[in-house]
């Protein structure tokens, strides 16, 4: 990658998969969950209902609806769908925490003089209590965005109007993520440093299939070697 003449004003981070680990909490309580519901209805065992799950996430990615498609393969009403997504969703984070590294990083690049900036999508109630529950409020970050794609609210448009206001250039700002196919290619087609977070099942399906994405400029395995990139450490960063 070419370094950008243009000095990081900003880094703008992700949440789920990004900030803590939600395949591996969330995700999976979640399929836990709804796994009983689907084995009263398909009268199955629920470990035979979770793996289904699995199984249908495989075949049709991580951004599909698998309810719809488990209801449709059973034949079962459609209105079934959307009560299991609601299920699957609604779920207990009260234990959800921060990935170790994350706090002490988020504090050094606020103290560097960096704006930092979270987005997140889904939600706006669950969201809100995912930020609360993992202490990431604005001690840390100089806003919080939260995206409603039901709504029509995309990733881009939101990274437009940050830039909009904070006035920002897209080469003065890093964007952070696990998902390629969302917050990476939103900031990618807008000219942003894009930074991919090697954790989850985007990110693990993003590997099975990733000759059909544009390469993200970094790659890394924890939030702290955000601190260690080069696009970083060869340019002084402007104090804002």
């Known amino acids: 990658m070419q370094k950008s003449s243009r000095k ?30 689907i084995a009263r209805l ?19 990615g991580v951004k599909a609806n698998i309810y719809e498609k488990i209801v449709s393969h059973y034949h079962l009403p459609g209105t079934y ?32 003089g960096y704006r930092l900036v979270l987005v997140t999508s889904g939600d706006k109630e669950i969201q809100r209590k995912k930020i ?24 881009k448009a939101c990274f437009q109007e940050i830039m909009k206001r904070y006035d920002l250039q897209a080469e003065e700002v ?3 993520g696990d998902k390629i196919d969302d917050e990476l290619a939103a900031g990618k087609s807008l000219g942003m440093v894009t930074v991919m977070f090697e954790h989850g099942r985007h990110y693990n399906a993003y590997l099975k299939v ?31």
């Open 8 to 37: 990081i004003k900003a880094i703008i981070f992700d949440l789920d998969d990004t900030l803590y680990d939600c395949s591996g909490t969330l995700v999976v309580r979640g399929r836990r969950q709804v796994a009983k519901t």
């Open 42 to 60: 398909i009268n199955s065992s629920e470990e035979e209902a979770y793996h289904l799950q699995l199984e249908m996430e495989e075949k049709y």
């Open 81 to 112: 769908a959307q009560e299991l997504l609601e299920e699957f969703v609604h779920i207990n984070i009260s234990d959800i925490t921060a990935f170790p590294d994350v706090i002490e990083t988020l504090k050094r690049l606020k103290a560097q």
């Open 132 to 155: 609360d529950v993992l202490g990431l409020n604005n001690r840390y970050f100089d806003d919080i965005v939260i995206t409603e794609r039901n709504k029509g609210q995309s990733k």
């Open 174 to 176: 890093i964007c952070v």
């Open 210 to 240: 990733q000759d059909k994405y544009i390469k993200p400029d970094y790659f890394i395995k924890h939030i702290k070697d955000i601190l260690g990139l080069r696009i970083l450490n060869n340019v002084q960063v402007n104090q804002l």
